[in-house]
């Protein structure tokens, strides 16, 4: 595996953008087990997230946020370690939720 596919994997977890860049290069040619893994792993931490955030804005305790974008922070951390690593472990806690699921990834 080269630099190349390290970048597309890390870029997945970085944001909506990097994530649709992924795919596109998945789709287009890169269709490694590896890659696939990560889409489905970065979609729905984004999923959980942006679900999440909605809910903790519209509570009346305006600490939430702070909390939903610092644990999102800590699970991209693991994510992009993981991809640079080229490890296929799902991530902290919630990982395991996205393994089988996301089959327009595939």
């Not at 991809?83 to 990834?105: C, E, M, T, V």
């Amino acid at each position: 595996m080269d630099i190349k596919q390290k970048i597309l994997l890390t870029i997945s977890y970085i944001t909506i953008l990097g994530w649709l860049i992924a795919f596109a290069m998945y789709i287009k040619g890169s269709r490694l087990q590896l890659t696939k893994y990560h889409l489905r792993q970065s979609f729905g931490l984004g999923l959980i997230f942006m679900f999440a955030f909605v809910l903790l804005l519209l509570s009346s305790i305006s600490v939430f946020p702070i909390l939903a974008i610092s644990g999102y922070l800590f699970f991209v951390f693991f994510g992009v370690f993981y991809s640079i690593k080229l490890k296929r472990r799902p991530l902290p806690l919630i990982g395991i939720l996205f393994i089988n699921r996301f089959y327009f990834i595939g």
